[in-house]
């Protein structure tokens, strides 16, 4: 994974990042979580890539029977520790999402979810192979980016970011067409469904594509 998480945006920070956030990014955020949740049963051991303090970790492990969430930056992994501490049904690890070290067909779900596809600055195909692996026949594997339609209200959560210093000045003649750069190396891109489609399809493999809350684009890859 990219160093950028590790070294600017974890634990604390990245928690503000979160606060900071307006209603409608909020809302968006929410529409994400729900949108895993509802698909989680009680009898589910689910995966987390990118679990960060544990924000979207703490509600998965609430609904389904055992959780992990892995991430690179130990930071991260002691904040979500102690805000999972006391929960006995899930777990962080430090692991690289492209090369878990964990046995193949042993998750119903695997979620990467706020554009983590284009967060962990890793080979899109090596992530969806990788995640593949390791859910079970019958599970699935969720990604999520955002909509275009979002992009005015995404744009304004970087500039906060960036007015508290979370992020780097934005580079606004890089910046453009779902690209967010910014002068300190931070850089993400926004998966659309046509690039979704353009992933899953030359693996062959089933998958479902869908809009949430005019804020996410969804592509759900069925094992």
């Keep these: 994974m990219d160093n950028y998480y590790q070294e600017h945006l974890s634990a604390q920070r990245l928690e503000l990042v979160y606060e900071l956030a307006p209603p409608r990014v909020k809302r968006y955020l929410l529409a994400e979580i729900s949108f895993v949740l509802e698909r989680i049963k009680s009898t589910d051991i689910v995966l987390e890539l990118g679990c960060g303090y544990g924000r979207v970790l703490e509600q998965v492990i609430n609904k389904g029977d055992f959780s992990i969430g892995v991430d690179t930056s130990f930071d991260s992994l002691r904040a ?40 962990f600055h890793v080979e899109p195909v090596q992530l969806i192979k990788e995640s593949i692996r390791v859910t079970k026949s019958g599970g699935s594997i969720i990604f999520s980016s955002y909509s275009d339609k979002f992009w005015d209200n995404r744009l304004a959560w970087f500039r906060i970011q960036a007015e508290h210093g979370l992020v780097g000045e934005i580079d606004w003649q890089a910046t453009g067409d779902g690209r967010i750069v910014c002068k300190d190396g931070f850089r993400a891109i926004a998966f659309g469904a046509n690039d979704f489609e353009s992933l899953v399809s030359c693996l062959g493999l089933r998958y479902e594509i869908q809009e949430v809350d005019e804020s996410s684009i969804f592509c759900e890859i069925f094992a």
Aim: hydrophobic share 45%; aromatic share 2%.
């Design 80 to 119: 979500s520790s102690t805000r999972l501490k006391g929960i006995a049904n899930g777990a962080v690890a430090r692991m690289n999402a492209i090369d878990l070290g964990l046995k193949d067909a042993c998750f119903d779900h695997v979620i990467c979810i706020q554009n983590g596809i284009s967060a």
